[in-house]
């Protein structure tokens, strides 16, 4: 609280010389500026009070609850757009330019000790602010402009200066403080205050005695700006950021006031001053540039030049639906027709017979309404609230019709339209119609609805009774037979290029149903389409068969495409397979054979062997124990493979399987750093026994498969052990060493290592657990060493659940004794 306490105060500490108010009740939201509130955001954020409690604390200080919302809005618009900009930092006040006294990071004494008007509190901007608060509008002066010839030359300014003709000669000189340019064999000539235009001619004149071509002509003068000086201007009043500004000469009053961010909340855009030598010599309207892109006033600074801007003295708000809405600030002599152009006009959706109007007389509010023949009329007041409501959503004259008409849509209500002269202007029914019956959609006066039923038959054959006069917003709905039943469809799958399902047409024919599903595929079997069709019975009739089947036989292809059988709504055409039909299976053969590349297998029982045959055969470099197979196949399948290449029996290959899957799981639970992974299992290798195979052991020479590939590796020299071994690297291979010779050979076990989960992966794919001893050892073959699984300790909970399942059974022993 007491932190809190100091935040308030330095938030809302009303200070004057002699007296502090410190009763927030007293404070109103909308005298405070967004630099104001913005300020109050910062030194929020910076102390770490939240907006809900800064809030609560203010309803505490005596604030009340609708000062509170307006609060909250205010921060909430803020933060958007102002913090949400490039120049949120700038926006704060400096105290040094102001002369105040900041307390607690908030000055409140802007507003607050000034009588004028404040602004309207809606959340709008000021109209005009984002021109000096936006960063992707420069107003930097033009530096690369011809010099201009009433440009008043002063302290600091460079001159070019050029003689051509009969003498060439250039000076760059530049005015001294005392005003004064020294000219080489002229002298020391003074041109301070003196224009460009007014300064050529003195040096001409003074030039003359010794360039004498100069009164002949027939040497030319010319005097330019180089580099220019800078003056000093300042801005007081009510601006942003008030102060004494260094700027080009060549700035004007708009310069200034983009460096200073414009005026503020509270300042005038409509009367801003320039004030030289005391005297106010040009009064800047910034709404004809805004309104217009006209610039009257807005003249060159000089040095000393004081830009004043005073309070505004009205401000109105216009929102709504207008294209710009804003805070406005018209002039005495304007009207509301003048406000509403400087808010864009109207937009579309716009009611605009009237606009409400919220005043502020002397003791209350009051709402009013000005109507469109008093907008050139009415003169705002200051804190006038315009709002621009929407049309309302209905239609004086409007009626509808929908269905099965030619042009269905919304319609005028002329007096006296009928239903039929409806349907004729929307081009008559449709073939479809349901002349049955149709609907009309009433709105009663009471806003309920009612539905008057209506035979087209009869009005279409000029029963007046069923001709309805119809009113404001009748919907009229004429329904298509269509609409009425179920969309009916046929679908057709098997060998056809564009299976699917297609609408159903009245006597549509097998023959075209198989054209738009763009013909018969190459494998189709034309000798026996089926078709299954829907079967219709009565509900209460109780059968198992659920659909018929049909059956259609053809000699060709073309008789198939012509066929004229008639199908019947959800009938579902199968086009299956010829049989034997077989499309082009490849195999590839990789490393050491004579023509390693793509094969076509050619017939189904094709074999390994035979491959290596056509492949020329391997190569003298041909580690054949390390050749793999690679295969797309389940576990289940790969586990067959390894049946078969094994020889071992089922017991132990079932142990196998398991010591593997064990050490699968250690692995993908206890990947090390050593570079144990999951990519070391294969699923897609089988091991096979090729120097067996080419022996002609045909135990081991199995059928090839779509997409195998055969992999023949050079004769390998090493063996690789990772996992939790000491140093994984590749070792040497030695005819005849045990595992635990590679083991030591990297620096043997870790303290993490799981030995018996130990295997070995041989270059063929083939992987042996350590379930029966340590596995052999081939060249090329990769040793891993999982590490032992991570065990959770037991919790307290666990402890005191085992003791009790102790004692109980203790006890149960000891009444079995008894």
């Not at 026996?528 to 019975?537: E, K, P, T, W």
Request: hydrophobic letters at 35%; zero cysteines.
């Amino acid at each position: 609280m007491k932190r809190y306490l100091i935040l308030l105060v330095g938030f809302f500490w009303l200070a004057t010389t002699e007296a502090q108010i410190q009763d927030v009740s007293k404070v109103r939201v909308e005298q405070l500026t967004d630099e104001q509130v913005l300020r109050m955001i910062t030194e929020a954020e910076k102390r770490g009070v939240s907006d809900d409690q800064l809030l609560q604390e203010l309803g505490q200080r005596g604030m009340a609850a609708g000062e509170q919302q307006k609060l909250r809005n205010r921060i909430t618009t803020v933060r958007q757009q102002k913090l949400g900009g490039a120049r949120a930092n700038d926006i704060a006040t400096r105290p040094e330019d102001t002369g105040r006294t900041v307390t607690g990071g908030v000055d409140l004494l802007d507003g607050v000790e000034q009588p004028q008007p404040q602004p309207v509190d809606t959340g709008l901007v000021v109209f005009g602010s984002s021109l000096f608060r936006n960063n992707n509008i420069t107003f930097t002066p033009n530096l690369n402009i011809p010099t201009p010839k009433n440009y008043v030359i002063g302290t600091g300014d460079e001159l070019l200066l050029d003689l051509t003709g009969d003498n060439e000669v250039s000076y760059r000189l530049t005015v001294s403080a005392e005003g004064t340019i020294n000219v080489d064999y002229v002298g020391i000539i003074p041109v301070a205050g003196l224009t460009i235009e007014d300064a050529a001619s003195k040096l001409k004149n003074q030039m003359g005695g010794t360039y004498p071509q100069l009164r002949s002509g027939g040497t030319r003068l010319s005097l330019t700006l180089g580099n220019i000086r800078s003056i000093q201007v300042t801005l007081t009043g009510f601006v942003t950021k008030p102060g004494t500004y260094t700027l080009p000469s060549l700035a004007n009053v708009f310069n200034a006031l983009y460096a200073a961010g414009g005026p503020s909340a509270k300042g005038t855009y409509r009367n801003i001053q320039l004030i030289r030598n005391n005297q106010v010599i040009e009064t800047i309207d910034t709404y004809d540039f805004l309104t217009k892109g006209l610039q009257p006033g807005n003249v060159r600074l000089e040095e000393g030049d004081v830009i004043h801007v005073p309070v505004f003295n009205r401000h109105v708000s216009v929102e709504g639906l207008v294209n710009n809405p804003a805070i406005f600030e018209p002039l005495p002599s304007e009207s509301l027709a003048d406000v509403l152009r400087f808010a864009g006009e109207f937009t579309p959706e716009a009611y605009t017979a009237k606009v409400k109007v919220l005043q502020i007389t002397d003791r209350e509010r009051s709402v009013a309404d000005v109507y469109a023949d008093d907008y050139a009329s009415y003169t705002p007041q200051n804190g006038d609230q315009y709002i621009v409501e929407e049309v309302l959503d209905r239609y004086a004259n409007r009626v509808e019709i929908e269905g099965a008409v030619f042009r269905p849509g919304k319609y005028a209500l002329s007096e006296g339209l009928t239903l039929r002269q409806l349907i004729q202007q929307a081009e008559g029914l449709k073939e479809d119609a349901f002349m049955a019956r149709a609907y009309i959609n009433r709105l009663k006066p009471n806003n309920t609805q009612e539905l008057i039923t209506v035979n087209l038959n009869d009005l279409m054959a000029g029963n007046e009774q069923a001709n309805h006069v119809l009113q404001r917003e009748d919907r009229v709905i004429i329904s298509s037979i269509f609409d009425l039943r179920e969309e009916y469809t046929v679908s057709i799958s098997g060998q056809v290029r564009r299976p699917g399902q297609f609408p159903y047409v009245e006597d549509m024919t097998l023959g075209s149903l198989i054209q738009m599903s763009g013909g018969l595929a190459e494998a189709a079997n034309i000798e026996q389409v089926d078709i299954a069709r829907r079967i219709r019975r009565n509900t209460n009739v109780q059968d198992s068969v659920v659909s018929e089947l049909v059956r259609v036989n053809f000699d060709s292809r073309e008789e198939a495409l012509e066929s004229g059988f008639v199908l019947q709504p959800f009938d579902i055409v199968s086009v299956h397979t010829s049989t034997g039909y077989q499309v082009q299976r490849m195999v590839r053969i990789e490393g050491e054979v004579m023509y390693p590349g793509e094969y076509a297998i050619l017939k189904k029982d094709e074999t390994i062997s035979d491959l290596i045959r056509r492949a020329g055969g391997v190569t003298e470099f041909a580690y054949l124990p390390g050749a793999s197979l690679q295969r797309k196949a389940s576990d289940a399948m790969v586990a067959q493979g390894h049946t078969a290449l094994s020889g071992q029996s089922k017991r132990e290959l079932a142990e196998l399987e398991e010591e593997q899957a064990d050490v699968r799981e250690a692995v993908l639970a206890n990947t090390t750093e050593e570079g144990t992974s999951t990519s070391l299992f294969f699923s897609d290798y089988v091991g096979i026994k090729l120097d067996k195979i080419l022996d002609g052991n045909q135990k081991y020479d199995i059928p090839l498969e779509d997409e195998d590939v055969i992999i023949v590796p050079r004769q390998l020299r090493t063996v690789m052990v990772r996992g939790q071994v000491l140093n994984p690297n590749r070792v040497v291979y030695q005819p005849g060493k045990s595992l635990k010779y590679y083991i030591n050979q990297a620096g043997g076990f870790t303290a993490n290592a799981h030995k018996k989960k130990t295997f070995v992966q041989h270059a063929n794919g083939a992987v042996e657990g350590s379930g029966w001893g340590y596995p052999g050892v081939q060249p090329g073959s990769e040793i891993i060493v999982p590490a032992k699984p991570e065990r959770e300790p037991l919790s307290v909970q666990a402890w005191l659940s085992m003791a009790s399942v102790a004692t109980s059974l203790a006890a149960v022993v000891v009444s079995l004794l008894r």
